[in-house]
């Protein structure tokens, strides 16, 4: 008899263990605000363009027909060129005007980019590398813009090159080749790993009040969506619906020293913050994801889009959290 109560007893507590480790892990869903800003960046590694609505592909944002991260700059050893290597970067402003993307820089003509997507007659294509991505497909552009990159940027060997549809794309998984659980069929053109970045403004908010020194806002951290809810519950945002779309997490940002260029001044921060800071207070917790973001400090969510549609600045955000 007293065997069989202990049975029972056990088989119960195991029950109810089992039960609210379910309950633990259950998905729920919050309407966690509004989006607050919709950012898009053709031309990779430029400041980007605040716009009130954007068309949310697969392979990333698309305005009107420009699609981001679709245009970059190469070094003579077709290798992306970004604020990283060269914070000048940051001074250029793009911009779109009519049916063209401009690009202006402070003693320079502008550059006036017209919209192509085909490969033209005579096009060299370019296959260039960023991070382990040794196959990141584009068509040069030409000597004019050539020209113009490498006035600005005061170094020869600098060309300009454009995703047309024609031409690959990039495979997502091969930049980071994780053990972290995420989305292998992703396309992407010239972005870093995923199509979407979201940033949450009260988490910078957390930063910026970290660092007297330095003025930090969410440019630095180039988000397509801002969004403002409790700091850092980004963290465990597995699905986020907004209007009529569905993204879905696929990995945090690792952090470099991108994030340390001062984007109304276009140098490097002389006392490197962020990135101090961050990696004071935001080092990956687990083995896994700390191999996974090769050491860095995170900050940021990339996502996949699951389900194509359109979204507005103001739209609602339902967030589904494990
Ligand atoms: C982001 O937060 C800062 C306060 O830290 C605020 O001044 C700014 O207006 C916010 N930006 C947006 C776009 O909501
Ligand atoms: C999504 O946004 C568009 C405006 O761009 C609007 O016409 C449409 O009704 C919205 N869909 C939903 C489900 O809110
Ligand atoms: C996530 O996206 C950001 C911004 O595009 C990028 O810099 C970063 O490398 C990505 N992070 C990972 C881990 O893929």
């Known amino acids: 008899m007293a065997l069989k109560n202990a049975t029972y007893a056990i088989l119960t507590s195991v029950a109810f263990i089992s039960a609210y480790l379910l309950w633990k892990r259950r998905k729920y869903n919050k309407n966690i605000g509004q989006v607050k800003k ?31 991260r679709s245009i970059a700059i190469v070094n003579s050893k077709n290798v992306i060129v970004t604020q990283r290597m060269k914070p000048a970067l940051a001074l250029l402003k793009q911009s779109f005007v009519g049916d ?149 997490k696929q990995l945090k940002t690792g952090r470099c020293v991108f994030t340390t260029v001062d984007p109304d001044k276009g140098t490097m921060s002389s006392v490197k913050e962020p990135l101090l800071t961050l990696r004071k207070c935001r080092m990956p917790t687990s083995k896994v994801e700390a191999a996974a973001y090769n050491r860095s400090p995170v900050f940021g969510i990339n996502f996949s889009v699951e389900k194509q549609g359109i979204i507005n600045v103001n739209d609602n955000i339902i967030a589904s959290y494990f």
């Not at 605040?50 to 697969?58: G, M, N, Q, W």
């Open 100 to 248: 063209e993307l401009w690009i202006e820089a402070p003693n320079q003509e502008t550059l006036k980019i017209k919209y192509i997507n085909h490969l033209n007659e005579d096009a060299r294509v370019i296959t260039a590398t960023h991070f382990e991505n040794k196959n990141m497909k584009g068509m040069d552009c030409g000597d004019e813009y050539a020209n113009w990159i490498q006035k600005y940027l005061q170094g020869d060997g600098f060309r300009i090159m454009r995703y047309v549809q024609d031409l690959s794309l990039s495979d997502s998984w091969k930049w980071t080749g994780t053990k972290l659980d995420f989305n292998k069929d992703e396309k992407i053109v010239f972005h870093d790993a995923n199509a979407i970045h979201v940033i949450n403004n009260c988490s910078v908010a957390d930063i910026n009040n970290k660092i007297p020194e330095e003025e930090i806002t969410y440019r630095r951290f180039r988000p397509n969506i801002l969004i403002e809810c409790e700091a850092y519950t980004e963290d465990r945002f597995q699905e986020l619906h907004i209007n009529d779309t569905l993204l879905r």
């Open 38 to 68: 919709l950012v898009i960046y053709p031309v990779k590694s430029l400041p980007g363009i605040e716009v009130s609505s954007l068309e949310f592909t697969k392979i990333g944002v698309k305005y009107s027909y420009w699609l981001d």
